[in-house]
């Protein structure tokens, strides 16, 4: 069964600080990945995909095939940063449907 | 362009009340989605669309249906509201091929009481 597990609901750090949300899941094929930002008041919008292996605002987030995780990061993180944050598989087979995890809540405090 | 939109904004219903949420999207879109979104639960799919004329369960379909006359809309019906169905709803839209991106709607907040 495909699934996205993101552990932590909450994440809270200083600006400054480095950040890393954690989203690990379960295919047995070759997955694609996303990440999805969605800051208060807006609506929900993709941040990157891991095909691009690109950085937008300063995060990263590389797919580990043998970990099954696709983790985001960003070195340094900002007050502007705070968001909720979904981690979504699609299965490249034909299907155009993502599967969400959960959400993290990121809270950078000044 | 509007890119998604969704109406209404916020409604209130009584229980057993029912309603349709309206989504369009004026990008040509092939591809079409309901979610809801609960606290501690994210995005599940409700229904979603492939094109005009077709429509899918997703992953929590019970309480739902959902018509696609037009390739611009996606319309979502309760027909008797529970209180379960407490929620955000979230519409979105894809484009068939090319790298793949789902654009969301604005999001409907739906209470029944």
């Known amino acids: 069964a495909q699934r996205v597990t993101q552990p932590e609901k909450l994440l809270s750090v200083f600006k400054g600080a480095p950040v890393e949300l954690k989203c690990n899941y379960s295919y047995s094929g070759s997955p694609e990945l996303f990440w999805y930002v969605q800051y208060s008041r807006q609506r929900l919008q993709l941040l990157l995909r891991?095909?691009s292996r690109e950085s937008i605002k300063g995060f990263t987030a590389d797919l580990n095939k043998g970990e099954t995780s696709f983790h985001l990061k960003k070195p340094f993180a900002q007050e502007e940063d705070s968001a909720m944050y979904y981690c979504a598989l699609r299965a490249i087979s034909g299907t155009d449907k993502l599967i969400f995890g959960t959400g993290t809540r990121l809270q950078v405090f000044p | 362009n509007a890119g998604v939109t969704q109406t209404p904004k916020f409604r209130v219903l009584k229980t057993g009340q029912s309603m349709t949420l309206l989504c369009a999207q004026d990008?040509?879109?092939?591809?079409m989605y309901w979610y809801r979104q609960d606290p501690g639960m994210g995005l599940r799919l409700i229904h979603y669309s492939v094109g005009e004329g077709t429509t899918a369960k997703g992953e929590v379909p019970d309480g739902y249906n959902v018509s696609r006359l037009k390739k611009q809309n996606f319309l979502l019906g309760l027909e008797s509201a529970a209180p379960s169905q407490t929620s955000v709803y979230f519409c979105?839209?894809?484009?068939?091929?090319?790298?793949?991106?789902?654009?969301f709607g604005p999001g409907t907040r739906l209470t029944v009481l």
């Open positions: 979105a839209s894809s484009l068939a091929g090319g790298p793949y991106e789902q654009f």
């Open positions: 990008m040509n879109h092939e591809y």
């Open positions: 891991h095909i």
